[in-house]
């Protein structure tokens, strides 16, 4: 029997693997880093694909983009290590101008293929003019490339034929839970929220400046999330919208 993770539904089985695909460096850690702890926890294996290494996060025009992106990288993988993952692929396109194009499908895709994900975790491609910091331009253009990635592309041996050329064989992905204003799927992160914590405290470079505001904010969003889901008092969740993608 697989393990099971916690959501405002009762016991969910677990994925066996998961691959989550972001546009830069803390995405991850701000949308999913409980759900992430919760899935690590059952036995899920989980990998991450980014699309930028986030080397045009930070105003301060002294450090280099070469150097940034070192950092924000190893903070990045900080991160992963605290939720229990290990495996990181960076695609290495340019932060503050990724394009849903063919190159970016491609890219995803093949990260799809050597990862064989049944579940795969991405950010919306629809903006939220309430909340715009989500609706950032490299947000969208990522999941959009995600999705196309998702169906057809990887599972479509004629897509991107130079990954059958890399022995890149096709892999069909039986979900989607993609970052959502409106969830249907709540994961209950209330026993891990101090490791969403501690992985957002590990991107030094983008939350030291938050000091003690951090965990406030992420307590009040986490909570608001698990209000909307109809959890007891003190609940804590991400939720997202699952699309069937098989």
Request: net charge negative; with cysteine; aromatic share 4%.
């Given at each position: 029997m697989?393990?099971?993770?916690?959501t405002?539904d009762?016991?969910?089985?677990?994925?066996?693997?998961?691959?989550?695909?972001?546009?830069?460096p803390?995405?991850?850690?701000?949308?999913?880093?409980g759900?992430?702890?919760t899935?690590?926890?059952?036995?899920?294996?989980?990998?991450y694909?980014?699309?930028?290494?986030?080397?045009a996060?930070?105003?301060?025009?002294?450090v280099?983009?070469?150097d940034?992106?070192?950092?924000?990288?190893?903070e990045?993988?900080?991160?992963?290590?605290?939720?229990?993952?290990?495996e990181i692929?960076?695609?290495h396109h340019?932060?503050?101008r990724?394009?849903a194009?063919?190159?970016l499908?491609?890219?995803?895709?093949?990260?799809?293929?050597?990862?064989?994900?049944?579940?795969?975790?991405?950010?919306?491609?629809?903006?939220s003019w309430?909340?715009?910091?989500g609706?950032?331009?490299?947000h969208?253009?990522?999941?959009?490339?995600?999705?196309a990635?998702?169906?057809?592309d990887?599972r479509n041996?004629?897509a991107?034929?130079?990954l059958?050329?890399?022995?890149h064989?096709?892999?069909?992905?039986?979900?989607v839970?993609?970052?959502s204003?409106?969830?249907t799927?709540y994961?209950d992160?209330?026993?891990?929220?101090?490791?969403?914590?501690?992985?957002?405290?590990?991107?030094v470079?983008q939350?030291?400046?938050?000091?003690d505001?951090?965990?406030?904010?992420?307590?009040?969003?986490?909570s608001q999330t698990?209000?909307?889901?109809g959890m007891?008092?003190g609940?804590l969740a991400?939720?997202f919208?699952v699309?069937?993608?098989?």
């Amino acid at each position: 029997m697989p393990l099971q993770i916690p959501t405002s539904d009762g016991p969910l089985d677990a994925p066996e693997r998961v691959l989550v695909v972001v546009a830069h460096p803390d995405d991850i850690d701000f949308g999913s880093a409980g759900t992430i702890a919760t899935l690590t926890n059952a036995g899920t294996y989980v990998a991450y694909c980014l699309a930028t290494s986030g080397e045009a996060g930070e105003d301060d025009m002294t450090v280099s983009s070469e150097d940034l992106a070192a950092m924000r990288e190893a903070e990045q993988a900080a991160a992963a290590e605290l939720v229990g993952v290990s495996e990181i692929h960076w695609l290495h396109h340019p932060d503050g101008r990724v394009v849903a194009d063919l190159g970016l499908r491609r890219d995803i895709s093949r990260v799809i293929r050597i990862v064989k994900p049944d579940v795969v975790i991405s950010q919306n491609p629809e903006p939220s003019w309430d909340r715009i910091y989500g609706s950032h331009p490299d947000h969208l253009a990522t999941a959009t490339a995600t999705m196309a990635a998702v169906y057809p592309d990887s599972r479509n041996p004629r897509a991107h034929p130079e990954l059958l050329e890399e022995c890149h064989a096709p892999h069909v992905v039986t979900e989607v839970w993609m970052g959502s204003q409106e969830p249907t799927r709540y994961i209950d992160i209330t026993p891990v929220f101090e490791k969403k914590v501690e992985a957002l405290r590990a991107h030094v470079s983008q939350t030291a400046r938050m000091g003690d505001r951090l965990p406030e904010l992420l307590r009040e969003w986490s909570s608001q999330t698990a209000e909307k889901a109809g959890m007891p008092e003190g609940s804590l969740a991400e939720g997202f919208r699952v699309i069937n993608a098989s």
